[in-house]
C-alpha cells in the first residue's frame, strides 16, 4: 500500500521544520532560527487517525527571490549567505514537493500577518491542482489564533491555528489532512531495502544519487556540504521495493562546526543507523583519506552491511589493465577491517558501472539476512578448533562446547565456552573467516559473542 505523502510548504522560516519534527515524532529536521537552513526535501514518516503516511519537509519558497524584486509588504527573508547561492535549487527542490503530494499543508506565520511573499506561495498551490491545508503557525495566544482569520483572503479555505513548537491545533489539522487522502489501499505494503549513501564532503553522493534515479532528485553542487539533512527516496527497482537515503557529508570529530554543520551529521549517522546497507563513497581523485576511515568506522560501530563505491573513477589519468582492481586492494589495505567488503569503481559524471551498484546492494541485503543452521555451525567450529586449536592462556586451554545463530541483520552468533576471558580477538577474527570461507556474507558484518556454559544453565 503506497502511503499518501504530506508536503510541508511555505516561504522561509514560518516553522515548516519545527512541524516536521512533532508530526513523525523525533528532532529529524534541522531547526535553527535561520532562513533557509531546510534545503533539500526531506522525508519521514508519521500517523494519525490509523493512516500512515510520509511527510515531505522543505526548504522556504522565496518567490519573489528567483522571480520579481521584493515588493512592499515583503518581510525580509534575510536568507543566510551560503543559502542564497541555492534559492532557485531550493524552490526547484519544493516544487518537486508539491508534484509528489497527495495533500500539502501550506504554512503561514500568525504574527507577520498575510505578507506578498504568502500571496505568491498561494498563487503557486493553486495552480498545483494539489489539495491544500491552510495551517497559520505561531499561533500561541487567542489574540493570534484570531487574527488567524484574515488568511481567509488568500482563498485556500479553511485556515487551520496552529503551534508546531507547543502542539496545539494541530489534531484538528491532522483531521483535515487525513481526509484529504485517497481511500486506502487494501494491498499490502513489502518491507523495503534501506540504502544509505554515505561519505565525506564532496565526494559526489548526491550526484550518484540523481545518477541511480536517472532524474535530478538531490541539489548537486562541487561546494562541499551543500547536502546538510538525510534524504529518503522510495524507489521500485526490478520487483524490490528500496529506500535511497542520501546524507551530509561526515567529517571526523573535532572538525564538525558547530550549527547547522553539527546537526547535519547527526542526521547523516542516524541515516546509518536506519540503514540495511551503506554505500561508503570515496574520491578515486584523492585516494584514501583518515576520514573515509572514519566514516567507515560509524557504519562498523552500527553493524551495518556496506559496499564501497569509488566516485569519480573516470578522471583518474593513466587508467591500465589492473589499474581498478590494485585501488581494490590498496583500500582494503587501508580499511584492513573492511577486507570482506566488496569494492566497486564508478562515475556518478559518466553513470559507468552505476547500473551495478543497486544489484550489488541487494546482494548484500540478502547475505545480512543469511542464517546457517546449528548443526552446520557446529561443525565449522569444530572443525576451526581441530585444524588449529587456541593457544594455551595462563595455563588453561579453551574449550568450546556448542554455538548458536542467535540473530540475523546483522548475523549474531554465540558460541559457549569454558571461559570467555580465553579467547583473544585474534581467534576471534580467525574463528570469523572459517565462517566466512563457507558463508561469505558478503559485505557484512559478523557479530561474534563467547559466553561461558554456566551463563546458558543460569
Do not use: C
Amino acid at each position: 500500500m503506497r502511503k499518501p505523502i504530506v508536503a510541508l510548504v511555505g516561504r522561509p522560516n514560518v516553522g515548516k521544520s519545527t512541524l516536521f519534527n512533532r508530526l513523525i515524532g523525533e528532532r529529524r529536521a534541522i531547526v535553527q532560527d535561520e532562513p533557509g537552513t531546510t534545503r533539500d526535501r526531506l522525508y519521514g514518516e508519521a500517523e494519525w487517525a490509523g493512516r500512515a503516511f510520509i511527510v515531505v519537509d522543505t526548504g522556504g519558497l522565496d518567490i519573489a527571490a528567483t522571480t520579481k524584486a521584493p515588493q512592499k509588504g515583503d518581510r525580509p527573508t534575510t536568507l543566510s549567505v551560503s543559502s542564497q547561492d541555492y534559492v532557485a535549487e531550493i524552490r526547484a527542490q519544493a516544487e518537486i514537493a508539491i508534484e509528489e503530494a497527495d495533500v500539502v499543508v501550506f504554512l503561514v506565520d500568525a504574527r507577520d500577518g498575510v505578507t506578498a511573499a504568502d500571496q505568491d506561495v498561494a498563487d503557486v498551490l493553486r495552480r498545483s491542482g494539489r489539495p491544500v491545508i491552510l495551517a497559520v503557525n505561531k499561533s500561541d495566544n487567542p489574540a493570534r489564533r484570531q487574527a488567524a482569520l484574515e488568511f481567509y483572503e488568500l482563498g485556500l479555505g479553511e485556515a487551520y491555528p496552529i503551534s508546531s513548537l507547543h502542539g496545539t491545533g494541530t489534531g484538528d489539522l491532522l483531521d483535515a489532512v487525513v481526509a484529504g487522502f485517497p481511500p486506502a489501499s487494501e494491498e499490502e505494503e513489502s518491507e523495503a531495502v534501506r540504502i544509505a549513501i554515505v561519505g565525506r564532503p564532496n565526494v559526489g553522493k548526491s550526484s550518484l544519487l540523481n545518477a541511480l534515479l536517472q532524474q535530478e532528485r538531490a541539489i548537486v553542487s562541487p561546494i562541499p556540504g551543500t547536502t546538510r539533512d538525510a534524504l529518503d527516496t522510495p524507489l521500485q527497482w526490478e520487483g524490490h521495493e528500496i529506500i535511497l537515503i542520501d546524507t551530509a557529508g561526515i567529517r571526523r570529530r573535532g572538525r564538525v562546526e558547530s550549527g547547522v554543520e553539527k546537526y547535519s551529521v547527526l542526521r547523516a549517522i542516524n541515516a546509518i543507523e536506519r540503514a540495511d546497507v551503506a554505500l561508503l563513497v570515496l574520491d578515486a581523485t584523492a585516494g584514501i583519506t583518515a576520514q573515509d576511515a572514519h566514516v567507515a568506522g560509524y557504519i562498523l560501530e552500527a553493524f551495518k552491511s556496506v559496499a564501497i563505491l569509488v566516485n569519480k573513477w573516470d578522471a583518474v589519468e593513466d587508467k591500465q589493465t589492473g589499474t581498478a582492481e590494485a585501488f581494490a586492494q590498496a583500500v582494503r589495505t587501508e580499511l584492513r577491517f573492511l577486507d570482506y567488503v566488496p569494492v566497486l569503481t564508478v562515475s556518478a559524471l559518466t553513470r559507468q558501472r552505476v547500473n551495478k551498484i543497486l544489484p550489488l546492494a541487494l546482494m548484500i541485503a540478502e547475505q545480512r539476512k543469511l542464517r546457517i543452521p546449528t548443526a552446520e555451525l557446529n561443525r565449522l567450529i569444530r572443525d576451526a578448533v581441530q585444524n588449529h586449536p587456541a593457544p594455551n592462556r595462563r595455563g588453561k586451554q579453551l574449550k568450546f562446547f556448542y554455538g548458536t545463530q542467535a540473530e540475523i541483520a546483522p548475523p549474531t552468533f554465540v558460541l559457549f565456552v569454558n571461559d570467555r576471558e580465553l579467547v583473544h580477538f585474534s581467534y576471534a577474527r580467525y574463528l570469523e573467516n572459517q565462517i566466512r570461507r563457507a558463508y561469505p556474507f558478503t559485505g557484512t558484518p559478523l557479530r561474534l559473542e563467547f559466553r561461558n556454559r554456566r551463563e546458558d544453565q543460569d
